[in-house]
């Protein structure tokens, strides 16, 4: 009778035991995380390749207001000095521009063709053609025929200047960012006087001349007409980039902008654009550095 009683229970027990032994661990969920917010660029660490020089665009040089208000509107210094070399650059805001001429331009060639390019992003222009001083503390040799420290360099080709280029953390300026800056909101032939803007033909005596000798543009770059002929980034193509960036062009040929002290005046228009081997210098090829502001 106990035995009849007993053994259902027991069962009942049995069967809770194999139950328990059969049932996984418990599984712990650990709290869900937030998401790692992406580390913010280190702005000290980005800005290490430059001192400010002046941190505001100064009236006398920029006399547009609206250019100057464009260039306070980026929060970045209008002139500051490249640390690595030495070399002074100055703030280019973003704008837009027509590029090229008009038909009715004097001197014009029929790679002009006029369009409208839009520079999105700011960036910095040397104030002035690369110097033989810069060139040989950066390449440590010069093999300029027009010797003078503060002469710009020249017999440089495009392959020299990307050396250069790699050696100091600095680029070449795109055909589009060159003639916006030569430009300076200007839309004529030149960017001003050209007899006191530049050295061309007319007043060079065939010779290169140191730097900040002429007048500056409205933007307060020396020198964009004349002196030396400025290798661009881009490789050449009939019709100029309608972009910020470099047109890769045909292979074999890099543009040069800005005409040169043994040239005639046509040459030194804001619109004029040649070409040449990227790997031939010229006693007529210099060039000037650009850069992203970070």
């Not at 992406?38 to 547009?64: G, H, I, M, N, Q």
């Not at 001429?101 to 910095?124: C, L, M, W």
């Not at 710009?152 to 392959?159: D, F, G, I, R, T």
């Not at 031939?280 to 090829?285: D, T």
Request: aromatic share 8%.
């Amino acid at each position: 009778m106990l035995t009849r009683i007993l053994a259902p229970i027991l069962c009942a027990l049995l069967a809770v035991a194999s139950a328990c032994d059969q049932q996984s661990d418990p599984v712990v969920v650990a709290p869900a995380l937030a998401p790692t917010p992406p580390k913010p660029a280190d702005s000290k660490l980005a800005l290490d390749w430059r001192d400010v020089v002046a941190a505001e665009p100064d009236p006398a040089v920029v006399t547009d207001a609206e250019a100057r208000a464009r260039m306070t509107a980026t929060k970045l210094p209008w002139k500051v000095r490249d640390r690595k070399t030495g070399i002074v650059m100055l703030l280019c805001p973003p704008g837009e521009f027509m590029m090229g001429s008009p038909a009715s331009e004097a001197g014009r060639k029929d790679n002009e063709a006029q369009h409208s390019v839009t520079i999105t992003k700011a960036f910095y222009l040397s104030e002035t053609e690369v110097t033989q001083e810069v060139w040989q503390k950066v390449r440590g040799a010069n093999q300029s025929k027009y010797k003078g420290a503060n002469n710009p360099v020249e017999l440089v080709s495009w392959n020299d200047c990307q050396k250069f280029c790699q050696s100091s953390g600095l680029r070449l300026a795109t055909e589009s960012e060159w003639e916006y800056a030569c430009r300076a909101g200007t839309t004529g032939a030149y960017a001003g006087d050209l007899a006191s803007m530049a050295w061309f033909g007319d007043n060079s005596g065939d010779s290169t001349h140191p730097v900040k000798q002429r007048k500056p543009n409205a933007w307060g770059l020396y020198d964009m007409h004349g002196n030396v002929w400025e290798w661009c980034e881009d490789g050449y193509a009939q019709s100029a980039s309608s972009t910020q960036q470099a047109s890769t062009g045909i292979v074999g040929t890099r543009v040069v902008r800005g005409g040169g002290f043994g040239n005639k005046a046509s040459f030194s228009r804001s619109a004029s654009r040649f070409n040449n081997d990227p790997e031939l210098p010229s006693r007529n090829f210099g060039f000037r550095v650009a850069r992203a502001p970070l």
